[in-house]
């Protein structure tokens, strides 16, 4: 294959290779964020770097989250209005476009309202946005964590009542004249729960039986065109503050516990590949698809622990578990993968949750978003979806995609070691290709 190679490398004593065994295209919707922490409604400072978000190489920004769901979570959060989203040059909307990034927007869902109502408000937020001030809105997520925000006396945290509301949400909002060509995602759980989603996709002999989302309605749309759920594996605190007096008896991960967890059983890749394997091939009008839109190494961070050998959301290392998990992504076939966020934490949370890819506290870019940028910016066409190291090399991998006349390949160390000496090192780096779905052997 004559092409020219461009890779981002070190130079490193070992051996490494990577061989086309599948090759799966790379979604043009793939490079998403999402859109907090701003200053109108919550005194943020995303629009100050606007310019910064562009150049990350986002293409897609998600308005949603749990402050978008202020019916279920009344204290410092806000419902956008109509006139938020679609005023013309100064609503949300066309404040994206400007800068080259489309919608995707979340429909909020009151859980002290029935189902019915719901889908009835759906439809209407449709309308206006789609229908009346014509912004032509593909994208649209019902709700938001249902599994740990929901809950009340209308159960709208069980996957039944999920299931329901979806159905009927996504059936009211695609039912609007004009509009059958929306694309609903959901149920976007704060987590990923293996019997509850293939509860969802359909998948027999489990507990609910009325929990199937993946089919279509009696007007043959889909229900769903993307089954979505958000990770954060490092779920509290206490990971990151071991010493807080909060969080007695915990145990903090180690470099290795983070290094080995997207591709650890039962975790993110694992995760990808059940929906993968459980995804239905009929009863639908068009392939289900799978979306992640919210991610992050943690949903919180430790202050003091943003050093090149700490492990939290503003070190090396959550830079380089953002370029992981967006590789293991477009090797799976996920289409858009939205983090959370552009910036976020005040000095009103002491700035625990300040984990963006841009610094709150200290206004810096930080390594996710260089490492973001990296892959945004590079990754396109036809991902190659398996690398390996040879024998003993351990914490070094290597990840590729080929363009119409490039293969572009990004390698991360993930060793913790002394600095490599000059450029004129004698230290060795040898890489083999493979096209033929087998790893490397002969000469390089």
């Not at 967890?261 to 039962?266: E, H, I, Q």
């Not at 990808?272 to 919210?294: A, H, M, V």
């Amino acid at each position: 294959m004559n092409k020219k190679i461009i890779s981002f490398a070190f130079g490193l004593a070992f051996f490494l290779s990577i061989y086309s065994q599948a090759q799966v295209p790379i979604s043009s919707l793939f490079n998403s964020q999402n859109y907090w922490l701003p200053s109108r409604h919550f005194g943020g400072s995303l629009e100050t770097y606007w310019n910064d978000v562009a150049a990350s190489g986002v293409k897609y920004m998600r308005v949603g989250g749990i402050a978008y769901d202020a019916p279920n979570n009344a204290v410092g959060t806000y419902t956008w209005t109509v006139s938020d989203l679609c005023t013309a040059t100064t609503g949300i909307i066309d404040e994206f476009r400007s800068h080259g990034i489309q919608p995707i927007l979340q429909v909020p869902v009151d859980i002290t309202k029935t189902v019915a109502q719901n889908a009835t408000n759906a439809a209407a937020l449709v309308t206006a946005v789609n229908v009346t001030n014509s912004k032509n809105i593909t994208y649209w997520e019902i709700g938001n964590e249902p599994n740990g925000q929901y809950a009340g006396t209308n159960n709208y945290n069980t996957d039944a009542v999920i299931a329901d509301y979806i159905r009927q949400v996504s059936s009211a909002m695609k039912a609007v004249s004009g509009q059958s060509g929306i694309k609903i995602i959901g149920p976007s759980f704060s987590y990923y729960t293996s019997t509850s989603y293939l509860e969802f996709l359909g998948v027999t002999g489990l507990p609910c039986t009325t929990c199937n989302i993946s089919g279509k309605d009696v007007n043959n749309h889909d229900y769903i065109d993307y089954i979505d759920f958000h990770i954060y594996p490092f779920q509290n605190e206490c990971y990151w503050q071991h010493g807080n007096a909060n969080c007695t008896g915990s145990s903090p991960p180690g470099r290795t516990d983070v290094i080995g967890n997207l591709t650890a059983p039962y975790q993110f890749k694992a995760n990808l590949q059940e929906i993968i394997s459980n995804i239905p091939t009929l009863g639908r009008t068009n392939p289900l698809k799978i979306s992640i839109t919210e991610a992050n190494i943690s949903y919180e961070q430790n202050r003091s622990a943003k050093g090149i050998l700490d492990l939290g959301p503003g070190s090396f290392l959550g830079g380089q578990y953002w370029a992981e998990m967006m590789c293991i992504a477009m090797e799976k076939g996920v289409e858009f993968l939205s983090f959370w966020s552009v910036i976020t934490g005040t000095s009103g949370d002491n700035y625990l949750g300040d984990i963006g890819y841009i610094g709150s506290e200290a206004s810096q870019k930080r390594p996710a978003y260089w490492h973001y940028q990296m892959v945004a910016n590079n990754f396109t066409g036809t991902y190659f979806s398996n690398a390996s190291t040879a024998s003993g090399q351990t914490n070094y991998k290597a990840f590729a995609c080929s363009t119409a006349t490039e293969l572009r390949v990004i390698i991360m160390n993930q060793n913790v070691q002394s600095p490599r000496g000059s450029d004129n090192s004698t230290n060795s780096f040898k890489i083999d290709f493979n096209y033929t779905g087998t790893n490397p052997t002969g000469a390089d």
